[in-house]
């Protein structure tokens, strides 16, 4: 967990929030887009908007590297139709090419009959991106579950 620690604490101290607006608002809208696409197109979006060698952190601190490797990670999720999985950015920082934005998520399950979904999880994300020339690719992608309350 030290060497996850360690990435972030360099990710923060490169990204200057001095950043233009103009790059900070073109990042926020790729989380956005990010966000929409993958409501729509579920782990085909999902996996996309990752480098190809992009990190996943998952249960456990399972590092979970590269397209392929996030796709079988990811497939069993997004292959439950009763399943939602929401966020939104908060805020963006941006480097040199790096940036990262971080928000709120949410996962929710509609049971078939049910007036509303059951909220199976809420908690904090981060994510890392890179300026390439297809656009902002994420890096790398945490969440943080809130605790059980």
């Known amino acids: 967990m030290r060497h996850i620690a360690l990435f972030f604490v360099l990710i923060f101290t490169a990204c200057r929030p001095d950043a233009g607006d103009r790059d900070r608002q073109a990042l926020l809208r790729a989380d956005r887009d990010f966000a929409a696409a993958t409501a729509r197109e579920g782990v085909d979006a999902w996996v996309a908007a990752f480098a190809e060698d992009g990190l996943q952190f998952g249960a456990g601190g399972a590092v979970i590297r590269g397209h392929d490797a996030i ?6 999720f997004f292959a439950d139709p009763d399943i939602r999985l929401e ?9 040199d090419g790096l940036g990262y934005t971080y928000g709120r998520y949410r996962v929710t399950r509609r049971s078939p009959g049910a007036d509303s979904a059951a909220v199976l999880e809420t908690g904090t994300y981060l994510s890392v991106w890179r300026k390439s020339a297809d656009g902002w690719k994420v890096e790398a992608d945490i969440g943080s579950p809130d605790p059980e309350g």
């Open 71 to 76: 796709r079988r990670n990811m497939t069993p």
């Open 87 to 95: 966020w939104a950015p908060s805020d963006a920082r941006l480097g």
